[in-house]
């Protein structure tokens, strides 16, 4: 099994640059008439707004799923349970490269995946004095008109905030790791958050360099490796 051994663990570790304002959803407002704002960040408890590792990795496997699709790869579809491989898998050599990486549920005695990849939650790096409202509204898609009472308000981060970015890669294959690179590259040129069509959500990822542990590391016999900022990408 994948996770029976400590093989190889890569630590990539950087920032997120938010390039265009950047919009991470909530949800709705319980208080609208206290938050002002019908569509705001996400905040943790303290109000600080940060990037859920949920929907990094999720942006990630849906370009990894694209660029895989078009390389030739057979890729399942997720996120239906019973649409992806895991259900219809005999074994684990039978799943597709992006459920080998990214994790898969299985139905019907199928086979599960954890994922080989963690997302740690993105938080800022400094402290954002004040966000963005943005003002949109609602286009009726029959009429072509605007709806009644459509007109709401966006929250966003402001262009060049900074979050921390860290993943975790487990004994991954040469590869998934290059389809993971590639995936990431993928999402500097798509973009990240909600609101895409209104220009926000371009980012960039700023890995400063990848750590190589081993169990050898971990038990004091060997150091580990590190890929510097200049040689992260080949």
């Not at 051994?5 to 959803?25: C, D, Q, V």
């Not at 859920?52 to 790869?73: D, H």
């Not at 860290?166 to 958050?193: F, P, R, T």
């Amino acid at each position: 099994m994948v996770f029976e051994k400590l093989e190889k663990r890569l630590i990539f570790e950087g920032e997120i640059e938010s390039k265009t304002p950047m919009h991470i959803g909530s949800g709705k407002p319980e208080l609208e008439e206290i938050t002002g704002v019908d569509l705001p960040v996400l905040k943790d408890p303290k109000g600080i707004p940060y990037i859920p590792g949920s929907s990094i990795k999720g942006k990630v496997r849906s370009e990894a799923e694209r660029i895989g699709k078009s390389l030739g790869y057979k890729i399942c579809t997720p996120p239906a349970i019973e649409t992806m491989c895991g259900t219809r898998a005999r074994s684990e050599e039978d799943l597709c490269i992006a459920c080998k990486i990214f994790g898969t549920a299985s139905m019907r005695g199928g086979v599960s995946r954890a994922s080989k990849v963690k997302f740690r939650d993105a938080y800022p790096t400094s402290t954002i004095e004040a966000s963005l409202t943005r003002t949109g509204i609602a286009i009726d898609r029959e009429t072509g008109s605007v709806r009644t009472g459509a007109l709401y308000t966006i929250e966003a981060v402001p262009a060049g905030t900074k979050f921390s970015l860290e993943i975790i890669a487990e004994n991954m294959s040469d590869e998934e790791i290059k389809l993971l690179k590639a995936a990431l590259k993928s999402v500097e040129d798509s973009s990240l958050g909600g609101h895409s069509s209104r220009g926000m959500g371009k980012i960039r990822f700023q890995i400063s360099q990848i750590k190589e542990r081993t169990a050898k590391f971990y038990m004091g016999q060997e150091p580990e490796k590190i890929t510097s900022r200049e040689d992260v990408w080949k």
